[in-house]
């Protein structure tokens, strides 16, 4: 049991309390977190995550939605709405930009950055805020974290909060929508999707499947639509990133 250092009165005697060791209050937090998952509650579940880590103030991102119109990648958040707008321009940016290899060396790893410099934050909160990436069954998220100033940061503890995060969405709606958006997909539209990842032409793949070029290509140009990409390379690529291919 560790141990407090400020000193505590009974019967005149002067002793310490005992306080929980950390793999109590890990499992402490791990109860809490499976009555709001189960409760489809991702706010609370990120009130809890953030307490845990000591943040003041949690952003929950979806980016297979980040390419849509508007904020709908943004799950749950308690940031200034003002923050989350300016913000949300800068991470559409910023994950257009990164590359696959990029995507996946990120995951789990606490990444740190500031705040656009135009960007008010609340009063002593830093300008620094800290990401952690995940995934939740096909989904790929990110937990935005923001801090007050001066606080000591455990990486293994965001390191945790990432996991216990992936294990809170993984039994909660939070991929629920996902789910639903791969079964728009259609058995021959995943087929041709698994043969362009395969680097196969429209005339390759209509010999493949037996039926014509123009029906390949109205199912890749389908493809494209549901996935919210332009070409054939960012549609393999949301592929891969949701293990579609």
């Known amino acids: 049991m560790e141990l407090l250092g400020a000193e505590s009165k009974s019967e005149g005697r002067a002793y310490l309390e005992p306080i929980p060791p950390r793999t109590a209050v890990r499992d402490q937090i791990v109860r809490k977190l499976a009555i709001t998952s189960k409760a489809n509650n991702v706010p609370a579940t990120m009130r809890i995550l953030s307490e845990y880590v000591g943040a003041s103030h949690f952003l929950l991102a979806r980016y297979d939605l980040i390419q849509d119109q508007g904020l709908d990648f943004?799950?749950?958040?308690?940031?200034?709405?003002?923050?989350?707008?300016?913000?949300?321009?800068?991470?559409?940016?910023?994950?257009?930009?990164?590359?696959?290899l990029e995507k996946c060396l990120s995951m789990l790893t606490p990444q740190f950055a500031l705040l656009p410099e135009e960007a008010t934050t609340p009063q002593e909160i830093s300008r620094q805020y800290c990401s952690l990436t995940f995934c939740a069954g096909r989904t790929r998220f990110s937990l935005m974290l923001l801090f007050l100033e001066g606080i000591i940061l455990s990486q293994e503890r965001l390191r945790e909060v990432g996991l216990m995060a992936a294990y809170s969405l993984s039994f909660g709606a939070g991929t629920g929508a996902k789910i639903e958006r791969d079964f728009e997909l259609t058995e021959r539209e995943l087929e041709c999707l698994f043969w362009i990842a395969e680097g196969k032409t429209s005339d390759e793949i209509a010999m493949i499947l037996g039926i014509s070029r123009n029906t390949i290509n109205n199912y890749i140009t389908s493809v494209m639509r549901k996935t919210a990409t332009k070409t054939r390379s960012e549609a393999i690529a949301y592929a891969v990133r949701n293990n579609l291919v």
């Open 74 to 100: 943004i799950v749950a958040s308690n940031w200034p709405f003002d923050l989350v707008r300016r913000l949300g321009a800068e991470l559409t940016r910023g994950y257009a930009k990164s590359t696959e």
